[in-house]
């Protein structure tokens, strides 16, 4: 039997089908070639059988297999996903449970003290009373063996003795008692005692820890102001090392587990990053490091643009507004870049940038306070320049010319990124929903609003899930309420 070529295995298959079209051109004898006869049997919707073999395969091989595998990974995925949320929410269990016992413990320890200044208040009073009864009891013994007459000259010695020597103690106690009550001059000096104040800031005089230089003005308290007074400290800007950073957060009691518990934060404003931060090998610290330098100065900023915020609409609430005030909206509008003395364009721009968001951003752009802009021009948020004075990055495209803009201090960083993002075209969406959760009386929360960042960098919205990612793993969150504790003194740290 002789064997059929593929162009003959068309062709019958043509034949049984009884495809009209091939028929003609077989009458015409026209030669057609292996693929024009696939191409009319397609268009026949003709299975050719080479076809069937591999769409059988497909069908009933290829495709189950691939959905099988997608499973198995989607399952791996989902596996990784809950474990990964499981131990997250262990180590959230953790601190919350450490944080609760160490405030149960703090309570207790101040129970105890209470119950012990209160006991030793009740001393005296037992004095008291244990004197009057010894003094009592005496002085009927004495009375009766006096009235008996019993060596009667002895014991009216030792009677009047032991009332000499009570009363020389009486004016002994009471002379100590006024000395302490009472000013005691000397010269033209006079000394008063004075009531122990519990410092928040109680920095050591050593060699690696800083002293506290206080200034010649600080304000006066009112005597009725029951809040604790917190000094406002300041660092110069100079080449501190991590170790004495670390110090002091010892030294004034900085944690953050209080921090999120208290929902306060002390005024500490670093002017600078320690040179060695990137040496801290435990990360967790390093990070906890990064956050405690820059809380403080975000919510300064927040609380100084909420306190505009306020002064604006007491002004937009007057029916006349004075010279100082007009001044003062002239100077905002300039601030904010606000075009024709729109108002409400003013309070739309002048408002907070979530503390979560802008702790984010500060450690993606800066390397958690690592990175050389960080180190050397104090550039937390990486905003780009081409005028002023900046850091040329090292691996820069040579078809542009920006420069990193560095800043004298940290906080006039964090000044000028949030001006950037409250006046920016390009922050525009961010701004306005910023506004509708403030007009809906809503929480201005930063993972609400990070997808309205996705022009901040060039990797536009992968740029803003890892901000977010950022958030939720740090807990970011939680500092969004955060507030500064009131502060009446400003002291400068000289190292």
Do not use: C
């Amino acid at each position: 039997m002789k064997k059929l070529s593929y162009r003959d295995k068309l062709l019958e298959l043509a034949n049984i089908y009884d495809v009209k079209e091939i028929k003609d051109y077989v009458k015409r004898r026209k030669n057609l070639t292996s693929g024009q006869l696939e191409l009319i049997l397609k268009k026949n919707k003709i299975i050719i059988p080479k076809e069937f073999k591999t769409n059988f395969i497909k069908e009933n091989i290829t495709k189950p297999l691939t959905r099988v595998s997608k499973q198995i990974s989607g399952i791996k995925e989902d596996s990784s996903k809950a474990v990964n949320r499981v131990s997250r929410k262990i180590s959230y269990f953790k601190e919350d449970s450490s944080r609760s016992l160490s405030t149960f413990f703090y309570n207790l320890w101040k129970s105890v003290g209470s119950i012990g200044i209160g006991f030793l208040n009740v001393i005296p009073k037992l004095g008291k009373t244990y004197y009057s009864f010894f003094a009592n009891s005496f002085t009927e013994i004495f009375s009766a063996i006096y009235t008996q007459n019993i060596n009667s000259s002895k014991t009216n010695r030792a009677v009047i003795g032991f009332f000499v020597f009570a009363a020389l103690i009486a004016v002994i106690i009471s002379g100590v008692t006024t000395f302490k009550d009472s000013p005691i001059s000397f010269g033209d000096q006079l000394v008063k005692e004075e009531k122990k104040i519990d410092k928040k800031i109680d920095v050591k005089k050593t060699e690696k820890k800083p002293q506290i230089k206080k200034e010649a003005k600080i304000p006066k308290v009112k005597k009725d102001e029951k809040k604790e007074t917190v000094a406002e400290v300041v660092l110069p800007n100079l080449n501190l090392k991590t170790e004495t950073v670390l110090n002091l957060f010892e030294d004034v009691n900085y944690d953050l587990n209080k921090v999120r518990y208290e929902k306060t934060v002390k005024p500490i404003y670093f002017t600078q990053f320690p040179k060695d931060l990137d040496e801290i090998q435990n990360v967790k610290l390093k990070k906890e490091t990064f956050i405690k330098i820059v809380l403080p100065l975000i919510v300064a900023e927040n609380e100084k643009i909420l306190d505009g915020r306020k002064k604006l609409e007491k002004i937009v609430s007057k029916r006349s507004t004075s010279d100082a005030e007009k001044q003062w909206l002239r100077q905002k509008f300039l601030e904010y870049k606000v075009k024709k003395g729109s108002v409400e364009e003013l309070k739309l721009r002048m408002d907070i940038i979530p503390v979560s968001i802008a702790l984010a951003q500060a450690a993606k752009e800066s390397g958690w306070g690592t990175s050389r802009f960080a180190l050397e021009g104090n550039a937390i948020f990486g905003q780009w320049t081409w005028t002023g004075r900046g850091i040329e990055p090292l691996l820069k495209d040579k078809s542009k010319n920006h420069k990193i803009l560095r800043f004298p201090i940290l906080r006039a960083s964090v000044k000028a990124y949030k001006n950037n993002l409250n006046t920016h075209k390009s922050y525009k969406k961010f701004r306005d929903k910023r506004a509708e959760l403030r007009n809906k009386r809503k929480k201005i929360s930063g993972l609400t609003l990070t997808k309205t960042l996705d022009s901040y960098a060039q990797t536009g919205s992968e740029y803003t899930k890892i901000i977010a990612q950022i958030i939720t793993q740090n807990r970011l969150m939680d500092f969004e309420p955060v507030k500064l504790t009131s502060s009446m003194k400003k002291q400068e740290l000289n190292l």
